[in-house]
């Protein structure tokens, strides 16, 4: 069964940065894409970044684009979200999560498998 597991949150000031990594565990991401997500208090669930199986299409939400940056490492089976420039607004539970499909989507409809959430704190 797959499991992915994200870590790299915390409590941070506004400005800083935070990388987080999703490491996929009993199965691989190489043929996938993958996604982020997150989940602010009383909000629902919205898109954040997204990377085709071979990185060649990376799509973002508006809100963090130019400040966010996804990867992958296949070999890895990890995916990483490198987040920059940090404002309260990004507080929220962030998700990361594997496509069944090779491309990349903002839809969560197309994910078939998601980590636990790694919470990410921004104070101003």
């Known amino acids: 069964q797959v499991r992915l597991t994200e870590s790299g949150g915390g409590l941070v000031q506004a400005g800083d940065s935070l990388r987080l990594s999703c490491a996929v565990l009993?199965?691989?991401?190489?043929?996938?894409?993958m996604g982020w997500f997150r989940q602010a208090p009383g909000k629902g669930r919205e898109f954040v970044a997204s990377?085709?199986?071979?990185?060649?299409?990376?799509e973002y939400a508006d809100s963090v684009k130019g400040r966010f940056t996804i990867s992958r490492d296949n070999a890895k089976a990890t995916s990483y979200l490198q987040m920059d420039d940090l404002r309260p607004g990004d507080t929220a539970v962030y998700y990361c999560?594997?496509?069944?499909?090779?491309?990349?989507?903002?839809?969560?409809?197309?994910?078939?498998?998601w980590g636990q959430g790694t919470q990410v704190t921004v104070s101003s």
């Open positions: 009993g199965g691989s991401i190489t043929n996938y894409g």
């Open positions: 999560a594997r496509h069944g499909h090779y491309s990349s989507s903002p839809y969560s409809y197309g994910y078939d498998s």
């Open positions: 990377v085709s199986s071979n990185s060649a299409t990376t």
